[in-house]
């Protein structure tokens, strides 16, 4: 069965300091991945998916991530994060283009100005 | 393209009571999503509908729970005999070619 695990239940940073959001996913076959962000009362916004070919995907609001395979990861990045980056972020995971998300727990990002 | 609505944002209603959540996705895309989130978790699965025809449901969804898309339009999830557990937020999403848009969601709280 697919999972996804993010060890980091929060995660602080300062403004304009740079940002790694760590995520693992547990699937037989190559996966589907996303990031997605929740911020409070809007819905779920997409931030980047990965599907197939280069390993190295880039997204909306500067955000890029990295698949790999040798270490089931889909880590998400940015260079400088801003005030407005603080939200939940969820990693995820589906088995094909059709197929319903399975979502990690989130990590809730702050922003220390 | 305005998005994907879901109607109502908030709900509070007593133990026992039936609810029912409409979600009108993007114009256009055949595929509609229903999620559960509560507190603290991510979004889970409950079932999707291809048009108007349902092909998956989560074990997530008892007999208490049904899901509609008449014409493979609009949907609506129903909840009967609401139970406190039953308090989440119920998520939406629709599908073009590859990628899911979620609405904002209903707010169910069950006293």
């Known amino acids: 069965a697919q999972s996804v695990t993010q060890p980091d239940i929060h995660i602080t940073v300062s403004e304009g300091a740079s940002l790694e959001l760590r995520c693992n996913y547990s699937y037989g076959a190559t996966p589907y991945l996303f990031w997605y962000v929740q911020s409070p009362g809007q819905g779920l916004q997409l931030l980047l998916k990965?599907?197939?070919?280069?390993?190295l995907v880039q997204g909306i609001k500067g955000f890029e991530a990295e698949f790999k395979r040798s270490q089931s990861s889909f880590n998400l990045r940015k260079p400088s994060v801003h005030w407005s980056d603080a939200a939940e972020y969820f990693c995820a995971v589906a088995s094909n283009r059709d197929d319903k998300i399975i979502f990690g727990k989130g990590t809730r990002l702050h922003i220390l100005p | 393209d305005t998005g994907v609505s879901q109607n109502p944002r908030h709900k509070i209603t007593k133990r026992g009571q039936n609810v029912t959540f409409r979600c009108d996705p993007i114009s256009e895309h055949n595929r509609l999503y229903w999620y559960r989130q509560t507190l603290g978790q991510g979004p889970e699965f409950l079932t999707y509908?291809?048009?108007?025809?349902?092909?998956?449901k989560s074990r997530l969804l008892s007999d208490r729970f049904s899901a509609e898309r008449p014409k493979g339009s609009f949907s609506t999830l129903e909840i009967q005999r609401t139970e406190q557990g039953d308090s989440a937020m119920y998520l939406c999403a629709s599908k073009n070619m590859e990628t899911q848009y979620f609405g904002p969601g209903t707010r169910l709280l069950v006293l």
């Open positions: 509908f291809q048009n108007e025809a349902q092909l998956e």
């Open positions: 990965y599907f197939s070919g280069d390993t």
